[in-house]
């Protein structure tokens, strides 16, 4: 055995008394590695948590993953094995597959004369895989192996494998990857719609502008009755947060928390310290943070940072794509948790957030198989900009979100804050790793596959993209998400429906076909705001000002609209002096449109880029103004 201090062998020697069967938390006391306090209360707090000593000592920190390792070895008769003195067998790599000896922290080691060596870091999981390997394996032993040892040869092993899965894994019928490959048929009619509408844009100009201004009339008439409707299905409030449980009988669900990260110089160290708030057993919490293998910005930074043993860092080996879900689509399989759940760089939660969680998931019924929490801010005070982007969350996590829920639509998630029944996420595929929105495209696969989404008040601050370029690039993004997203799901319309039903499909639309074409349309509108003021508005011609009467009752409409819902967000958040800034979104809306511009043409040129946006420009407003403390 390695790492074993002389002075346990003296004593066990001076004892007469064999190891078998003696608690680790007695031969740690032996060796001096815990005093009598650290072993009654991480007993205590074993048997409360109803958690493994092992994995409890382990994620406090109390004890080295080597001396853990021969004190459990010791415990239970069995080998303990390292990488550097007995390297495990490469033949036996296809024993079982990586992602779940990753799960089991498990890894078939070795052959001996009699039978197969199982490592294991935590024993009480040994019964359990060992199931799990071919009838054919006759006699299996227990072997002890530091967590760190098995992850280092299994990434070894696997690492290019479970990279072209993590890109390639979902089908491709449900991913956007060739989406631009259009069948024939469809090319051709695609080709011959867009030679028929520029035929008539040069031949027939006002019949052009007069069918694209019908449409952005019903467009937008049809998306205010749509968030009208979810506002009066949202105003009542979210179901409150179940006190959290602090143990018992029920025990704590494994949680993993995956962070992706990308050139995180400014942001990193402190979302260490904002995730070590959180109020949740470490033996039951891991925290992955995710980055790409030659991000050495981002790795220099956390290794100065003094992670805990609970929080490890996974790095995600080169491929065809660099995108935040091929990363997520990677780590989880370093994910040993039964919920899942992601956060961006800049997000501080709620210290009782992950409470809630769990003890809400432990009622709601299996179908339920994501939950979405709400995304406010910590600078809305930073500019203008901010402070509208804010109110645009309020409105949207808020009010409309949780209507479109109650509506029975399927409603596209957000990329943070949202947490996942592990069975779920493995059953729909994960995440499409072309996708750059893959949260809005989860969000709806995931109703095809039956399972809803609620959302409840879990409140995380995160910054406010406050620049008015980078905002405008986010927000592109985000809106080529949408259109790519709404692509893949109406490849196949008939299919689509069937697993949707005809009212969600309708909510499909809704949510993303009109938001879209309403941006798209929207100058068209704009335009007869300036012809109230005298400019000539040329495309109709006489034509003009019949319509003006009814549009500008339905433009009046659409502020009116927009005023009442950006109020029931404003005064549903901790905000309120932001009220007097809700009608200055008239001004900040259009800006999207800029975005959606910018979005249509690298749908066509660069589809699968992640213009990323950089974090750490915007301090919180106040000290403590990235704790949330709210109760919506």
């Known amino acids: 055995m390695q790492d074993t201090p002389p002075t346990s062998q003296t004593r066990r020697r001076a004892s007469g008394l064999p190891d078998l069967g003696r608690p680790i938390s007695t031969l740690l006391l032996e060796d001096g590695v815990l005093d009598e306090v650290q072993a009654l209360e991480a007993l205590t707090r074993s048997r409360r948590e109803r958690t493994p000593l ?89 072997a002890l192996a530091t967590e760190a040892d098995i992850v280092a040869e299994i990434t070894e092993r696997h690492a290019a494998e479970m990279a072209l899965r993590a890109e390639t894994g979902l089908p491709s019928d449900l991913s956007c990857r060739d989406m631009n490959r259009l069948p024939p048929a469809r090319a051709a009619l695609l080709a011959l719609a867009t030679v028929a509408l520029l035929t008539l844009l040069f031949s027939l100009p006002t019949v052009f502008f007069g069918g694209a201004l019908a449409l952005a009339a019903a467009t937008m008439l049809v998306a205010q009755l749509a968030k009208l409707a979810a506002f009066v299905a949202g105003i009542l409030p979210l179901p409150p947060t179940p006190s959290g449980p602090k143990g018992g009988r029920s025990g704590n669900p494994t949680v993993s928390l995956m962070v992706p990260l990308h050139r995180e110089e400014t942001i990193a160290a402190t979302l260490v310290e904002r995730l070590d708030r959180l109020d949740y057993p470490r033996a039951a919490l ?12 981002t790795r220099a930074t956390l290794d100065a940072a003094a992670l805990p043993p609970w929080m490890r860092i996974v790095e995600v080996p080169p491929g065809g794509v660099t995108t935040k879900p091929r990363a997520l689509n990677y780590a989880l399989n370093f994910a040993r948790g039964t919920l899942i759940g992601i956060y961006d760089a800049e997000d501080s939660p709620a210290p009782d957030q992950l409470r809630h969680l769990v003890a809400h998931l432990s009622r709601a019924p299996p179908e339920v198989g994501c939950v979405q929490g709400i995304l406010d801010f910590y600078n809305p005070k930073a500019n203008w900009l901010s402070r509208c982007f804010t109110l645009e969350y309020a ?77 405008i690039r986010q927000r592109s993004r985000w809106l080529k998400g949408y259109l790519i997203t709404w692509r893949v799901h109406m490849r196949h319309p008939r299919r689509c429906l069937r697993e949707l039903g005809a009212w969600r499909m309708l909510g499909l639309q809704l949510i993303f076909l009109a938001a879209l074409l309403q941006l798209l349309l929207a100058p068209l509108l704009w335009g007869f705001w300036l012809y109230q003021l005298g400019v000539t508005y040329p495309l109709l011609g006489p034509a003009t000002a019949q319509l003006l009467p009814a549009l500008t009752v339905l433009l009046l409409g659409s502020e009116a609209v927009m005023l009442v819902i950006g109020l ?56 403590g103004a990235d704790v949330p403390m709210d109760a919506p």
């Open 54 to 142: 092992s994995r409890l000592l382990q994620a406090e920190g109390h004890v080295s993953p080597e001396r853990l390792r021969d004190a459990l070895a010791r415990s239970h008769g069995a080998p303990a094995l390292s990488r550097l003195t007995a390297p495990p067998a490469a033949a036996l790599a296809d024993l079982l597959p990586p992602d779940i000896c990753l799960r089991h922290s498990a890894l078939p080691w070795i052959r001996i004369d009699d039978g197969l060596l199982l490592a294991m870091a935590h024993p009480e999981g040994f019964a359990r895989v060992r199931a799990l390997l071919p009838e054919s394996e006759g006699r299996v032993v227990l």
């Open 286 to 297: 891991e925290v992955l943070l995710v980055l790409e293998a030659g991000d050495r910005i």
């Open 395 to 471: 409105s949207w996590f808020r009010v409309l979100l949780p209507g479109f829920a109650r509506l029975g639509f399927a409603i596209p998630l957000g990329g943070t804050t949202v947490f996942f029944r592990r069975e779920a996420l493995d059953r729909v595929g994960g995440w499409d790793a072309h996708n750059v929105t893959e949260d809005a495209d989860l969000g709806i696969r995931l109703a095809r596959f039956g399972y809803r989404t609620e959302l409840l008040p879990l409140v995380t601050r995160e910054e406010a993209n406050c620049r008015l370029w980078p905002w």
């Open 568 to 623: 029931g967000g404003v005064l549903r958040s901790p905000h309120p002096r932001l009220l007097p800034f809700v009608p200055t979104l008239f001004l900040y809306y259009p800006l999207a449109t800029l975005a959606l511009y910018k979005a249509l043409w690298e749908t066509l040129r660069r589809p699968f880029y992640w213009d990323k946006t950089s974090h750490g420009h915007s301090a919180p407003d106040h000290a």
